[in-house]
């Protein structure tokens, strides 16, 4: 089995009817996922590419029996669509969107508790992929494997960096799931963790963490109580100056916190095989299978 | 985006906040005008996006307007260096002048997103006026938080447990609260991502005002907030960075000599880190951004090689939204134009990857390819010391 999506998930595309919309809807379609149609408020009831796009959420749902939704939306209207797909009832939602507002987030995470059925994977973020099986996002699935590896991530290209390396390796991948890397996010490393812990084909994991916060340390804490299987980890920013805002909004050392140094260290002292260079990660997992 | 003390004391005193009197100045003629128009003794504070200046030699009192006049020409043009600006410091282009004030009592108020509860929180505490993250770490008791509802805002009994806590006395309590509250309605209605009053004075005559005052606005945010844009101060960042962000690269300038191109933030920085664990130091951050077209990829690029310490690029893309095709033809359209002032090795991988390395191929140019971040941070290393 895999986690989060698999060849039961039925999916939606928010913004299919934009340039990035069509060109993942498509990859989706290809990579074996059951695309289901779009939704582009004001083009309802109208085609594109073979899929019919509707102008609500809770009208595709219902046409179409809608289990998921992907969010390819721009940043001023994504926390909307992040609301609108859990008000009608999709169990994941997964929004790509870079750039959203924080206080927007905030609303749009408030909404989310209300509505404990949903589980919101970034925003900021590649998606989530089971190879062979389905994928809701932007990972390249030819970069993938079917394989027994979970990687969680808080970075986008550093997770295919990692697909990248298992795949060579022969090892492959059940689930990839890219966290996101803004402040706030609707699941964490710790949330994601959880899932594949619960997942018996996955037999070992990729943690990717980045300066910024304390979730990696969250991560380890939980990894020294509950997880058993084995872990590597990889922090980028090691060399990053403090006080400035590395490209992800989550990703800056404030006041000698959320250092590369500190969650490593956090993360080693769990048992986790902490990597120093992006290019050992593959290796370090297995070394360790 | 950071602004200055004087814009974010006019922000919270729209929002009623109390604020001491005063005006920013650009010279010292406009200084002395202000002080003269305050009277009494004033205090001049040098406006640069960093803390710390007190020790630096940036805040001074003046009991005359013809002092204040001689403090701020001694001020303006100077170079600041404080603890957070790092050792090239900050050049001193304007300065608050402020009526000066006898402080009873010197207070912490603050308000953050807190990421892992998904809520803001306001922090405050009794010792004000220093430096907050030391406080954090050494005496982390004394600051009193309260996490704050996002639906229902900040309710009057939080503000008044955090009065009590820090030693507020009952007159006190309400003015407090006051302020508490009129912070949180700055910080929602302005976007921001912090706010700090640091210090929040009670005056000898027991008035509460907020003698010091910091704001981050969310750049994400700003689309909505037009006037919000004009508090940019160009003065205060890099060159090469405004030149950037004006094609939404999001580039950061360091001291090393390997200029970087990546996509995605993450993948930037562990490419900052690999080039330093193969012995090389990065000459920058440079995040295309997940969909860069192929304008973006040519502005990146003559960006980097505008940096003069720049001795060899490495690029190197992971393909997801962004294509490696369009990468190699931005890149070979890039070097067309510019030329090939310093070696460039590519780096690539994801999404027609076997397009992108025709196009790379087919251009004749004599740039360096790898297959692996390892032997691309290698070669970069070698090539930049060659």
């Not at chain 2, 985006?1 to 009197?21: C, D, S, T």
């Not at chain 2, 003065?235 to 990546?262: Q, R, T, W």
């Not at chain 2, 790379?360 to 790898?370: C, F, H, K, V």
Request: glycine share 12%.
């Amino acid at each position: 089995m895999a986690v989060l999506i698999d060849t039961h998930t039925r999916l939606l595309v928010q913004g299919l009817t934009g340039r990035e919309g069509t060109f993942h809807a498509k990859n989706a379609k290809a990579a074996g996922t059951t695309v289901v149609g779009g939704v582009t408020p004001g083009k309802g009831g109208s085609a594109h590419e073979g899929w019919p796009i509707f102008d609500t959420v809770q009208a595709a749902v219902r046409e179409t029996g809608a289990n998921a939704s992907v969010i390819f939306v721009p940043p001023a209207f994504a926390a909307d669509a992040i609301m609108e797909a859990a008000d009608a009832g999709l169990a994941l939602v997964v929004c790509i969107t870079e750039g959203i507002p924080t206080l927007d987030m905030l609303r749009a995470l408030t909404f989310l508790k209300a509505r404990p059925a949903t589980r919101l994977v970034g925003p900021n973020c590649p998606g989530v992929i089971s190879p062979g099986r389905a994928k809701a996002g932007i990972i390249p699935a030819h970069i993938c494997r079917e394989g027994r590896v979970g990687v969680v991530s808080r970075s986008g290209t550093l997770t295919y960096e990692a697909i990248h390396q298992l795949t060579r390796l022969g090892l492959g991948q059940t689930t990839c799931i890219g966290i996101g890397g803004d402040p706030l996010i609707g699941t964490s490393h710790v949330d994601a963790l959880r899932l594949v812990a619960d997942d018996d084909e996955t037999a070992a994991v990729v943690l990717i963490g980045e300066i910024g916060g304390t979730a990696e340390e969250e991560a380890a804490a939980w990894i020294k109580a509950n997880f058993r299987k084995p872990v590597v980890g990889f922090i980028a920013g090691q060399t990053a100056p403090p006080g400035r805002r590395m490209g992800h909004a989550g990703a800056i050392i404030a006041g000698g916190q959320g250092t590369a140094a500190e969650k490593m260290a956090a993360l080693a002292a769990a048992g986790v095989r902490v990597v120093r260079s992006p290019a050992d990660m593959g290796k370090a997992v297995r070394e360790m299978l | 985006m950071k602004i200055h003390e004087y814009q974010a004391k006019a922000i919270l005193g729209r929002h009623g906040v109390a604020v001491p009197r005063g005006e920013v100045a650009f010279s010292a003629s406009e200084a002395g005008d202000v002080a003269r128009r305050l009277g009494g003794v004033v205090v001049v504070k040098a406006q640069i996006h960093a803390g710390g200046r007190g020790k630096g030699g940036g805040v001074k009192l003046a009991r005359t307007p013809a002092e204040a006049e001689t403090i701020a020409a001694q001020m303006l043009g100077m170079t600041l260096v404080t603890h957070q600006t790092g050792p090239a410091g900050r050049m001193v282009t304007r300065v608050l002048v402020e009526e000066g004030l006898q402080m009873a009592r010197e207070l912490y108020l603050g308000l953050v997103i807190d990421r892992a509860a998904g809520k803001p929180v306001m922090m405050a505490s009794a010792a004000g006026g220093m430096d907050i993250e030391e406080v954090a770490a050494s005496t982390p008791e004394r600051i009193v938080r309260a996490a704050i509802e996002p639906g229902v805002g900040l309710v009057p009994f939080q503000a008044r447990q955090l009065g009590f806590a820090i030693g507020l006395d009952g007159p006190r309590v309400p003015a407090f609260g006051g302020i508490a509250s009129a912070l949180y309605d700055a910080f929602m209605a302005s976007d921001a991502t912090l706010i700090e009053i640091n210090p929040l004075v009670v005056t000898s005559g027991g008035a509460l005002l907020a003698l010091d005052a910091k704001i981050s606005l969310d750049d994400n945010a700003l689309y909505r907030h037009p006037d919000a844009r004009e508090l940019r101060d160009a003065g205060e960042e890099d060159p090469l960075e405004i030149e950037a962000s004006k094609f939404s690269l999001n580039y950061i300038h360091l001291d090393g000599n390997i200029g970087c191109m990546v996509n995605g933030a993450g993948l930037a920085m562990a490419t900052m880190d690999i080039i330093k664990l193969a012995g090389g130091q990065p000459a920058n951050f440079l995040d295309v951004g997940g969909g860069a077209n192929a304008e973006q990829i040519r502005n990146a690029f003559r960006i980097l090689m505008s940096d003069e310490k720049v001795k060899a690029v490495l690029i190197n893309i992971f393909g997801g939204i962004l294509r490696c095709d369009v990468l190699a033809s931005g890149v070979v359209a890039a070097v067309r134009e510019l030329g090939l002032a310093s070696p460039v090795v590519i780096r690539m991988e994801g999404t027609n990857v076997e397009e992108g390395k025709r196009i790379l191929r087919e251009s004749g140019m004599p740039l360096t390819t790898a297959d692996t971040m390892d032997e691309a941070a290698a070669a970069a290393v070698r090539l930049a010391g060659a």
